[in-house]
């Protein structure tokens, strides 16, 4: 009786197990069959697309499909042409078949993307794009752009922070769990005072945001890859950046149930969310809230609302866009893109990162990628919704400051499961940080990023033209750096600083920290003069974001090598 059913056990497992392999099998047929069909509807009557992301993936796959299958048949193949066909010459034929499949799918990829880099070159963007206006300054380029840009000494200055302090990712654990909050702080603190040309941290903010009792500030998040309240080391915004946001504006009054955090098309995974130290911001995502606290699921607006504004498409007609409500609630706003590209929309910018900050019309999200994905069937009808959106008045005029985030990056992509390290970062992260208020001059420079990455790796060239059409509409100022080194613009007023480069306690700028530089410390600490931005970075050596006389004593320490170290560095 044991025998036998140890027998019935033993025939019920393999059939199990037959029943799994078979299933397995049929499931990489259709794979196959997927990518193949996918391959034919997308790229049969425009090769050049195997050059984007998600066909060159497809192609892959097939071409190593056909391979495998060619492999682990080969000893049957080679009975059947033995007993059937002349063997040597079908042999050859099968393997040059199999081998020339993946030669004209990599040579159609150096093709494509030798062409890009081609139309790169003689359509790049040389003379600044936008709706000129008369400058107060003869010497300087000024745009039209955003309301509060207007508002600056430069309304087209980008400044960019790195530091290779930032993160300590190696590249294999998640990165969410490898960035360094003190000297994030830092970064945010420096690049707010050298965009505002202000001395005073707090000062520096209220210079972006002129705030009164009972306003709110809505913060925009991408949380593109957060498909659930759940996370993975997949690119989303990361906390320490709006830690370091949220204390700025809380140092100005703001209260912290006034700052809402938001992505109305996605979920505000709870990973970030408990990494926000402040814990009393709210939540504004798409789904609901769960019981999960200062969580609120968001809406939109009616097509007839007063809040909405249209744009005449000549094939789909009138289009209303229907602003989330959050941001008809909110005074002010702060775009926080992140330092990516995208498989069909080629960037994934500022301008992008609001296209899930409304509804357009009644048709679905996705039925708007027709005009601003490469190859859609209304790409070049001359209408970007991507801009339409940015031109509702509820974003065009509260926006009051755009970061950019930039840690981590990807050249090429908005999904994947990690970042990759950066060539043109020396193999490591990018860790920088984008600060403006003019959304297209702060996306240009990040393009330029993006495609001076995308050139090291032999990418196709991104496409920029919905910065150009942004410029065109008024939105700011596009251009392009005259080269991957100097990095110089014609219009953006562009200034990097590296902190691993900075020489702390150098107010004067004669390369060496003296006793006069604790004395011009000194002298800005008690208001006899005022120093420059880049001046007042050098002079803060405690970090604090202010310049003081512990900052003088400090440097007269330096000066007589009392100390080797401040404690900023």
């Known amino acids: 009786m044991q025998e036998k059913y140890e027998r019935h056990l033993t025939h019920m497992q393999s059939y199990i197990l037959g029943d799994k392999i078979s299933a397995l099998k049929n499931n990489q047929f259709l794979i196959f069959l997927a990518c193949l069909i996918w391959l034919i509807i997308r790229s049969g009557r425009k090769p050049n697309r195997l050059a984007y992301p998600c066909q060159r993936a497809a192609a892959i796959t097939v071409t190593t499909y056909l391979t495998m299958v060619f492999l682990l048949l080969r000893h049957w193949i080679s009975s059947y042409i033995r007993l059937k066909v002349a063997p040597k010459t079908a042999i050859t034929a099968a393997l040059i078949i199999s081998a020339s499949s993946l030669f004209i799918v990599n040579a159609v990829q150096k093709l494509q993307v030798s062409r890009s880099w081609e139309e790169y070159a003689l359509t790049k963007t040389t003379n600044p794009v936008g709706i000129r206006i008369n400058s107060r300054d003869p010497k300087k380029l000024f745009f039209q752009t955003i309301p509060a840009a207007m508002l600056l000494d430069s309304p087209h200055r980008v400044i960019s922070m790195h530091s290779s302090n930032a993160t300590n990712w190696t590249g294999t654990e998640n990165p969410h769990l490898c960035i360094n909050q003190e000297e994030v702080s830092r970064m945010v603190r420096r690049g707010i005072l050298l965009l505002t040309m202000e001395s005073d941290y707090a000062a520096a903010w209220r210079k972006l945001i002129t705030y009164n009792d009972g306003e709110a500030v809505a913060i925009k998040l991408n949380f593109n890859n957060a498909g659930s309240w759940t996370a993975d080391p997949a690119m989303n915004p990361y906390a320490e950046l709006v830690n370091a946001v949220i204390d700025g504006l809380v140092g100005i009054g703001v209260p912290a149930?006034?700052?809402?955090?938001?992505?109305?098309?996605?979920?505000?995974?709870?990973?970030?969310?408990?990494?926000?130290?402040?814990?009393?911001?709210?939540?504004?995502t798409n789904s609901s809230p769960g019981g999960r606290p200062r969580v609120v699921q968001t809406t939109?607006?009616?097509?007839?609302?007063?809040?909405?504004?249209?744009?005449?498409?000549?094939?789909?007609?009138?289009?209303?866009?229907?602003?989330?409500?959050?941001?008809?609630?909110?005074?002010?706003?702060?775009?926080?893109?992140?330092?990516?590209?995208?498989?069909?929309?080629?960037?994934?910018?500022?301008?992008?990162?609001?296209?899930?900050?409304?509804?357009?019309?009644?048709?679905?999200?996705?039925?708007?990628?027709?005009?601003?994905?490469?190859?859609?069937?209304?790409?070049?009808?001359?209408?970007?919704?991507?801009?339409?959106?940015?031109?509702?008045?509820?974003?065009?005029?509260?926006?009051?400051?755009?970061?950019?985030?930039?840690?981590?990056?990807?050249?090429?992509?908005?999904?994947?499961?990690?970042?990759?390290?950066?060539?043109?970062?020396?193999?490591?992260?990018?860790?920088?940080?984008?600060?403006g208020v003019d959304p297209v001059a702060v996306d240009s420079v990040m393009f330029d990023y993006l495609q001076r990455e995308c050139a090291m790796r032999r990418y196709s060239a991104r496409n920029d033209n919905v910065l150009r059409k942004a410029a065109t509409a008024g939105l700011g100022v596009f251009e392009h750096w005259n080269n991957d080194t100097d990095m110089r613009y014609a219009a953006i007023d562009y200034a990097k600083v590296d902190f691993d480069t900075i020489l702390y306690g150098d107010v004067s700028g004669d390369a060496e920290v003296s006793a006069y530089d604790a004395a011009l410390t000194a002298q800005a600490a008690v208001g006899?003069?005022?120093?420059?931005?880049?001046?007042?970075?050098?002079?803060?050596?405690?970090?604090?974001?202010?310049?003081?006389?512990?900052?003088?004593?400090?440097?007269?320490q330096r000066a007589v090598g009392l100390i080797d170290k401040f404690p900023v560095e």
């Not at 006034?258 to 979920?267: A, F, G, M, N, Y």
């Not at 296209?355 to 970007?384: E, M, V």
């Not at 006899?528 to 007269?556: F, M, P, R």
């Open 528 to 556: 006899l003069i005022t120093l420059s931005a880049e001046q007042a970075q050098k002079a803060d050596v405690n970090g604090d974001g202010e310049v003081s006389a512990y900052d003088a004593a400090l440097i007269a």
């Open 300 to 435: 939109y607006v009616a097509v007839d609302s007063p809040y909405a504004s249209y744009f005449q498409s000549s094939e789909d007609g009138l289009v209303a866009v229907r602003i989330a409500q959050v941001f008809v609630d909110a005074a002010h706003i702060i775009n926080v893109p992140q330092l990516k590209g995208h498989g069909g929309a080629n960037i994934t910018l500022g301008i992008k990162n609001h296209y899930g900050s409304a509804i357009l019309g009644t048709q679905g999200r996705s039925y708007w990628h027709k005009y601003f994905y490469l190859g859609g069937a209304a790409y070049n009808s001359g209408l970007d919704p991507l801009v339409e959106i940015n031109l509702n008045p509820q974003l065009l005029n509260k926006t009051r400051l755009t970061i950019g985030d930039g840690l981590y990056g990807n050249p090429t992509t908005n999904g994947g499961s990690m970042p990759p390290r950066w060539i043109s970062f020396n193999n490591t992260n990018p860790e920088i940080l984008f600060f």
């Open 257 to 284: 149930n006034k700052i809402w955090l938001v992505d109305p098309s996605r979920v505000i995974n709870d990973v970030f969310r408990e990494r926000i130290t402040n814990k009393e911001v709210l939540f504004y």
